[in-house]
């Protein structure tokens, strides 16, 4: 987990490992006498710090795994842009215009982004939520959490997902000659130096400029060197060495560039997840305990890189141990194992013995109508369905009206015809 979330958020999942944007939050709590909560807003936690970053992960996990979100939770999450384009975390009332104190973020905004273009019927405001974004593009190429503020890996990867979502290529989009792999080239650490975090991505460098190998920072790392987002898909070849857990390689030969990066940062995290199956994580005072977000997330970058069998072991840890996790942290929670099951080619319906969809459902309003596969692969809407077999038995009446009608109008011309 990035050591900038707050603690107020780790306070409220009380495990470790909710996913969340760079920056969360501070440590006050929720303020008393909050409004109640809208009714179309996925979770039951205060909305203040992450209400759009985890509608956003609820809506795409939603449509990743074949379901069509409720109207209403759409629609609010669109109700949530400022003119401007961007995204601030939550927004109470959104009658009033965000004016010059409005806390609008990077993060937030390329995760709306990616969520309202895998839906579709929203160009406008991806359109203009992108171009923002492109706005506040730091001259070294990347993104901080909030606008001006120094790139980290985090917020860089989330806006090169939603650059991706929109058909963008993300190398293409320069501030000052710099784009966001420049940036994230910055972020990389060498595969010659420390064996523990060699090929990893560090969050940023510190106020000396070194860097720290980050897991959380690794694995998003990973995903948008590949030039991909958070419902990334996973590799269907070997992906640079033969679809194990130990397939990437780490190396400094030739060529800088984001398929290196991606690769080392891979091998990083299959050595991290390599002894037990997951990531840990470290709170001040606390022990080593497992952090299932980060462990989520390095299952898709894994699998991203290096196809399904890469992350074979981490997504069995999960599948095993993730369920009260989920249940405590709440629907981006969920959203992470349903991106996991993804890009792992898993069904989130079977994730070891629960149903991900159901869970994530059942956290917000209810969606419109579910896609189930069939065993081909091929998709049908239960909804549409339904609808096509009310057109069918409409159709079959019809032409069973129309018969009856026929032979009654010829028996009716016979006895005119009759002596």
């Known amino acids: 987990m990035n050591i900038r979330r707050s603690a107020a958020a780790l306070a ?28 179309a807003l996925y979770g039951t936690t205060d909305p203040k710090y992450d209400g759009v970053w985890r509608q956003s992960l609820a809506l795409l996990a939603q449509h990743t795994a ?46 709306a982004v990616q969520a309202l273009a895998a839906l579709g019927g929203h160009d ?78 560090a969050y940023q460098p510190d106020k000396k400029g070194k860097l720290a190998a980050n897991a959380d920072a690794t694995a998003a790392g990973v995903v948008a060197a590949l030039g991909q987002g958070l419902a990334a898909e996973g590799a269907s070849g070997d992906g ?21 990066a991606a690769a080392g940062g891979a091998a990083y995290l299959a050595r991290a997840v390599g002894k037990n199956g997951y990531l840990t994580s470290v709170l001040p005072g606390a022990t080593d305990q497992p952090d299932y977000g980060n462990t989520a997330d390095a299952v898709v970058a894994l699998a991203a890189q290096s196809g399904a ?49 159901e869970r994530l459902n059942a956290t917000g309003p209810a969606p419109q109508a579910a896609v189930a596969k069939d065993k081909d692969g091929a998709t049908d809407v239960a909804k549409d369905n339904s609808t096509h077999a009310v057109w069918w038995a409409g159709g079959i009446l019809l032409v069973v009206v129309i018969a009856v009608g026929f032979m009654l109008s010829r028996g009716r011309g016979n006895k005119v015809r009759q002596p």
């Open 240 to 260: 640079n060495g033969g679809g194990n857990s130990g397939g990437a390689r780490c190396s400094d030969s030739g060529k800088p560039g984001p398929e290196r």
């Open 309 to 357: 069998a890469a992350a074979l072991k981490p997504l069995q840890w999960l599948e095993k141990h993730s369920e009260a996790w989920a249940k405590q942290s709440g629907p981006a929670a969920y959203a992470q194992l349903v991106f996991a099951a993804h890009a792992t080619g898993t069904d989130p319906r079977h994730f070891g013995a629960i149903d991900l969809v």
């Open 124 to 201: 406008a405001a991806t359109g203009k939520a992108v171009s923002w974004l492109k706005s506040v593009q730091n001259t070294d190429g990347g993104w901080g959490y909030t606008p001006g503020g120094p790139s980290d890996t985090n917020s860089t990867s989330v806006v090169i997902g939603a650059l991706t979502a929109v058909g963008e290529k993300p190398e293409t989009v320069r501030k000052s000659g710099k784009s966001p792999y420049d940036a994230l080239l910055k972020f990389a650490l060498p595969c010659s130096g420390d064996g523990a975090g060699a090929g990893a991505f």
């Open 12 to 39: 409220a999942v009380a495990l470790i490992g909710i996913s969340a944007p760079a920056v969360a939050a501070d440590s006050s709590p929720s303020p008393s006498g909050s409004p109640a909560l809208p009714s």
């Open 66 to 111: 074949g379901v069509r979100p409720a109207g209403k939770a759409v629609d609010w999450l669109t109700g949530q842009q400022c003119a401007n384009g961007a995204f601030a975390p939550f927004r109470a009332d959104t009658s009033r215009a965000c004016d010059a104190k409005a806390v609008i973020d990077t993060n937030s905004t390329a995760a």
